[in-house]
């Protein structure tokens, strides 16, 4: 099936409804978590792995999956994502116990991890290089609403219906996501063999299996332990690289960390991703706790800033690829700013204004990432490069998780002036110390530019001149 403007909607339309169940899931069992433990008499410690694991599925399978989409077909793989997708919320829907609600999302986080970094790819295929950054923002605009009002919905969900509802609801939109996808052009790597590095993926998914599970239970752990973790994940990727260096098909071509722009971006991404989860963890409950709104009345406060989030999605798009990194810095800068603010503000309509910046700038910051790196790679290893970049932000957004929960004040909670405070102040640092960077970075790029330009410039002269010599001579 060839690419038209037709096929192209069908693309567009299922991975927005992917995108929307993914981080829909991923925000919206947060505050039914003590529910979800009295109707499967759970005690609270096993219930953080009703979220926990599904972020933690869906963050170490894509690196694999992109690629296997490249090799495989990308609208086969999207299919297969939302298919198991689909299929595990019926099983979370109707989960008699928590060990099958938590082995069902695990499963659900494999079809996630399918339908990102394949969904990104596709767009990446299918549409042209003039129209495939506006696609792409649009999606992840879709995606934007969902985080930004996954906590609201999954709540009111659950007070009106039941927590079940939240996974009843990702049935009927998976399976039109998955009929969508039926309907669009297929697209693969041809420069490539068809040969999966086995080796590779194995070793890579046990590298951010280990990671990733360090980093969402570190808190809970001695430190031997969570050195212990870093160490064997820091062991496990330094092995990988090993094998990706001699393999005959590499699951990750090393050369794409020496395309400075998207190494600049996906780190960089990172930081804002981080920063949007603990912005996305501390905003709402402080609406609750500092300025002792109700749970219905916070929700209703945080549309505009949830509003502004979505609408980033379609911004980022607009942007070119080579102003996208000077873009990032600026967000960054911005963002920095905000949390200060936030953690500064005198009254609740100071507070909901600059929240509102913040969802724009974020909002921007993290729709940029998937857009521009995009933006600079090759389209056939699009979905290697879209599977990199998307393991590292979700694993970052763990970490961000891991944060909010180490700087919660023990007694009053996150949503308390201390503890919020003391976490939108260390997510400023960490968003003013990458902005710094990047424009180190920035600069030293435009140098280096600027010589080989000069020098290009010198060479064409002294081109000329020679050949004007060899005019008069003869």
């Known amino acids: 099936m060839t690419s038209t403007p037709t096929t192209r909607r069908w693309a567009l339309l299922a991975m927005s409804v992917g995108v929307f169940c993914i981080q829909l899931d991923a925000f919206a069992l947060n505050l039914a978590l003590p529910r979800i433990g009295r109707d499967l008499h759970a005690g609270g410690a096993g219930l953080q792995w009703v979220t926990s694991t599904y972020l933690l599925s869906t963050g170490t399978l894509m690196l694999g999956a992109g690629r ?20 595990s919320s019926l099983v979370c829907a109707l989960a008699p116990a928590l060990h099958v609600l938590v082995g069902a999302r695990v499963v659900q986080g494999a079809g996630g991890a399918m339908v990102m970094p394949v969904g990104l790819s596709l767009l990446t295929n299918v549409y042209p290089s003039e129209l ?23 709540s009111a969900l659950t007070a009106a219906v039941s927590w079940r509802a939240v996974f009843w609801l990702n049935v009927p939109l998976a399976a039109l996501g998955a009929a969508w996808a039926s309907r669009t052009a297929e697209s693969y790597d041809t420069s490539a063999p068809r040969r999966v590095d086995w080796r590779g993926l194995a ?5 951010l299996v280990t990671l990733a599970v360090t980093v969402d239970r570190g808190r809970h752990w ?3 332990v969570i050195l212990a ?24 071509e090393l050369t794409l960390f020496l395309n400075g722009p998207y190494v600049a971006l996906t780190l960089a991404g990172a930081v804002a991703n981080t920063a949007t989860v603990m912005f996305l963890f501390v905003v709402p409950l ?15 406060a945080f549309l505009a800033p949830a509003l502004a989030m979505a609408l980033a999605g379609p911004i980022a798009g607009r942007v070119p690829p080579p102003a996208a990194v000077r873009v990032m810095t600026v967000c960054l800068g911005a963002g920095a700013l ?12 100071v507070y909901l204004i600059a929240a509102t910046a913040g969802g724009a700038v974020l909002g921007t910051a993290n729709s940029l990432t998937l857009v521009a790196t995009q933006g600079v790679i090759r389209p056939e290893r699009a979905g290697e490069a879209s599977g990199v970049t ?24 996150v949503g308390s002036e201390a503890a919020s405070d003391t976490a939108l102040r260390i997510t400023a640092l960490g968003c003013m110390a990458t902005c710094v960077i990047l424009a180190v970075w920035l600069g030293t790029h435009e140098r280096h530019r600027l010589r080989r330009s000069v020098r290009r410039a010198v060479k064409v002269a002294l081109g000329h001149r020679r050949g004007d010599r060899s005019t008069r001579e003869e």
Do not use: Y
């Open 286 to 300: 402080t609406l609750q706790g500092q300025w002792d709104l109700s749970v219905a009345v916070a929700g209703i």
């Open 132 to 154: 495939r950054g506006r696609a792409t923002g649009r999606a992840l605009g879709i995606g934007g609403i969902a985080t930004a009002c996954g906590p609201f919905i999954g």
């Open 390 to 413: 998307k393991t590292v932000i979700t694993v970052a957004a763990g970490l961000g998780i891991a944060l909010a929960g180490a700087v919660a004040d023990q007694k009053r909670g």
């Open 203 to 207: 070793t890579a998914t046990a590298a």
């Open 338 to 349: 905000v949390l200060v603010c936030l953690a500064r503000a005198s009254s609740l309509d």
């Open 222 to 224: 001695q430190w031997p």
């Open 68 to 87: 296997l989409g490249d090799l495989f077909g990308r609208r086969r793989l999207l299919i297969l994502g939302l298919a198991v997708f689909g299929a």
């Open 229 to 252: 973790g870093l160490v064997a994940a820091a062991a496990l990727l330094t092995w990988f690289v090993r094998l990706e260096r001699v393999a005959a098909s590499p699951l990750v």
